[in-house]
Nanobody, 127 residues
């Protein structure tokens, strides 16, 4: 049974930092590219970042580029999202997702591409 479990979300002040983790089990982690998405209150889920199977290639939404960093540890079956310079508009439930596609492409920004999802972790940024 595939499981993805996010952690690390909390209330933080604007300008602060957080590191989200997504621990996986039940899949061969290194065979999946991984993504982070978020769903702000009252809005649709949106792409945040993605990372290739090896970790050598990453992709970011324009809104987080330069502030967020995605990384992975294939030995620990875990993907991370470092969030810096947080803004109130970053408030959302953050989800990690796993995709069996071999290559990180523009389609990796679509939630429909992903095969497995976590339950999400809440990040709230106060002004």
């Amino acid at each position: 049974q595939v499981q993805l479990e996010e952690s690390g979300g909390r209330l933080v002040q604007a300008g602060g930092s957080l590191r989200l983790s997504c621990a996986t089990s039940g899949l061969t982690f290194s065979n999946y590219l991984m993504g982070w998405f978020r769903q702000p209150p009252g809005k649709e889920r949106e792409f945040v970042a993605a990372i290739s199977r090896s970790g050598g290639t990453t992709r970011y939404a324009d809104s987080v580029k330069g502030r967020f960093t995605i990384s992975r540890d294939n030995a620990e079956n875990t993907v991370y999202l470092q969030l810096n310079s947080l803004k109130p508009e970053d408030t959302a439930v953050y989800y990690c997702a796993a995709d069996r596609n071999v290559h990180l492409t523009s389609s990796s920004t679509s939630s429909r591409t992903y095969d497995h999802w976590g339950q999400g972790t809440q990040v709230t940024v106060s002004s």
